[in-house]
Nanobody, 115 residues
Framework: QVQLVESGGGLAQRGGSLRLSCVGS????????MGWYRQAPGKQRELVAE???????TYAASVKGRFTISGVDSRNTVYLQMNDLEPEDAGVYLC?????????WGQGTQVSVSS
């Protein structure tokens, strides 16, 4: 059974940094794409950043230049380095993975940004 475990959320000041990690496990875990979505109160869940099996990355316009997603060769872990955080970045960050046509979600980690 595939599981995604996130860590690294917390409280940061405006302009500060946080680093999120997501580790996938299961009988065979090698993502086609893996990434992070954000769920903020009263807003739709949105893609923040994503990386594919060729290490190509996609970012939401609002985080480009501030956030960096990276993966590992074994394709079971991704990191999200978040710099220059803004209050608008706050929310629950959910790890997401697509593996041979199936989508998996983590439980989420809370990111709060004080102004």
């Amino acid at each position: 059974q595939v599981q995604l475990v996130e860590s690294g959320g917390g409280l940061a000041q405006r302009g500060g940094s946080l680093r999120l990690s997501c580790v996938g496990s299961g009988s065979v875990f090698s993502y086609d794409t893996m990434g992070w979505y954000r769920q903020a109160p009263g807003k739709q869940r949105e893609l923040v950043a994503e990386i594919n099996s060729r290490m190509q990355t996609t970012y939401a316009a609002s985080v480009k230049g501030r956030f960096t997603i990276s993966g590992v060769d074994s394709r079971n872990t991704v990191y999200l380095q978040m710099n220059d955080l803004e209050p608008e970045d706050a929310g629950v960050y959910l790890c997401n993975a697509h593996i041979t046509g199936t989508t998996y979600w983590g439980q989420g980690t809370q990111v709060s940004v004080s102004s």
